[in-house]
């Protein structure tokens, strides 16, 4: 579908279009293919999000969500914000960014809506997990104990679960290495600051990760799992539990609210980076080494 003289594709989202929107790094511009198109590159591929024509120019894209309406909002860092597409445009032409949401974290990291329409946002600097209102008005709900949120997911009940690694005051090791074989035998590796997504070798991030539950309506935000040896990456709803897709094992664990859990798989790989659900059960993606299952 595309081939980029980007180094990452870091998120791809399937739009309400049905067209593909990838994200790419370092330049942070969004893509929009068609799933029909052939031999698309970053010359003639329709641009969705360009952070060269924003005032704050974010150097990082880190996640991508649609609203009910078929807009597009990015999480972008370095400066943390979230902007705001309508679809739509010709190749070559970026359409218009709106700024929907700035913080004074490091990075937005992770974006969901709940049935409401609000979004809900994990950060990276001091872990908080923000309400959105779709006027862009915001509501902290949940100051975590770890640094980073690396996913958040609103369950089918309103009930929300994110994904805290890291701990507050220290430098988090950096993101998931993205390498790639040169037609010489050099191999060119990129380090993303600012995010233990980057994270490649095999060492802990201090202090774990935890996954939390804020409940739909009353009731505090409360901690239902934590491994110290894991750092969680994704997350995606089943009805007999979250599962939470971790590195550096490459394990995938179903957690239940009342806080029991088991193991499910060991997957030959050192990070479990994604789910996608279909109707012939859920994908998973892994990294070091780069597999589907």
Do not use: C
């Amino acid at each position: 579908l595309f081939t980029s003289h980007e180094m990452s594709v870091q998120v791809v989202r399937v739009g309400p279009d049905g067209d593909i929107y990838a994200a790419t790094l370092p330049s942070g511009k969004v893509y929009r293919l068609s799933p029909h198109a052939e031999n698309r590159n970053d010359d003639n591929a329709t641009v969705v999000f360009d952070p060269a024509g924003t005032k704050e120019k974010p150097k990082y894209v880190w996640d991508l969500a649609f609203d009910a309406q078929g807009r597009l909002y990015i999480a972008t860092g370095g400066p943390a914000a979230i902007y705001r597409v309508t679809p739509g445009g010709n190749a070559g032409t970026p359409n218009k960014a709106d700024l929907f949401f700035k913080s004074d974290e490091e990075h937005i990291r992770s974006l969901a809506f709940d049935k409401a329409g609000n979004l809900i946002a994990g950060s990276d600097g001091s872990g908080l997990i923000y309400r959105i209102d779709p006027s862009g008005k915001a509501f902290v709900l949940y100051d975590s104990p770890k640094k980073e949120i690396t996913a958040v997911l609103v369950a089918p009940d309103g009930n929300i679960y994110a994904a805290g690694v890291g701990e507050k005051g220290h430098i988090n090791l950096p993101p998931l290495a993205v390498t790639g074989q040169a037609t010489v035998t050099a191999t060119i590796t990129i380090i993303q600051p600012g995010s233990v997504q980057a994270f490649s070798g095999n060492n802990l991030v201090p202090g774990g990760s935890e996954l939390y539950e804020i409940p739909h309506g009353d009731g505090p935000p409360r901690k239902i799992w934590a491994g110290k040896d894991d750092i969680l990456y994704a997350l995606a709803w089943t009805p007999d539990g979250v599962l939470a897709g971790a590195g550096n094992r490459g394990r995938i664990y179903r957690v239940h609210d009342d806080g029991t859990w088991s193991d499910v798989a060991h997957l030959e790989a050192s990070q479990v980076t994604g789910f996608a659900s279909s109707p012939k059960g859920i994908y998973v993606s892994t990294a070091n080494s780069g597999r589907l299952y």
